[in-house]
């Protein structure tokens, strides 16, 4: 039901644009975060959106770098990533919620991910 694109191959400081589409469902009455999970870690949440696009949050080590948007015309949620980092290489992944929040059992729906890899 979501679905990400954009992920693919970059070099140190490079950038991406991750999109988040929901299909068969409308993202517009729902908040959305991206999550990451690198090689041998736990997945952890990097950046929120709420329903209007009106609050965001991001985690420290992506602040300055990362941010969210959403266009709910288009039913898309994304995450633009600047001077990426070796240490942000992980499969991204965006859900879906209807409380908000960094944890993973208060979203409702997941898309399948897609890999960002940073080479240095």
């Known amino acids: 039901q979501l679905v990400e694109s954009g992920g693919g191959l970059v070099q140190d400081g490079g950038s991406l644009r991750l999109s988040c589409a929901a299909s068969g469902r409308t993202l517009s009455t729902y908040g959305v975060g991206w999550f990451r999970q690198a090689p041998r870690k736990e997945r952890e949440f990097v950046a929120g959106?709420?329903?209007?696009?009106?609050?965001?949050y991001l985690i420290n080590s992506v602040k300055g770098r990362f941010a969210i948007s959403r266009d709910n015309a288009k039913n898309t949620v994304y995450l633009r990533m600047n001077t990426l980092k070796p240490d942000d290489t992980a499969v991204y992944y965006c859900a879906a919620t209807q409380w908000g929040g960094s944890r993973e059992v208060g979203y409702d729906y997941w898309g399948q991910g897609t890999q960002v890899t940073v080479s240095s």
């Open positions: 959106i709420s329903w209007s696009g009106s609050a965001t």
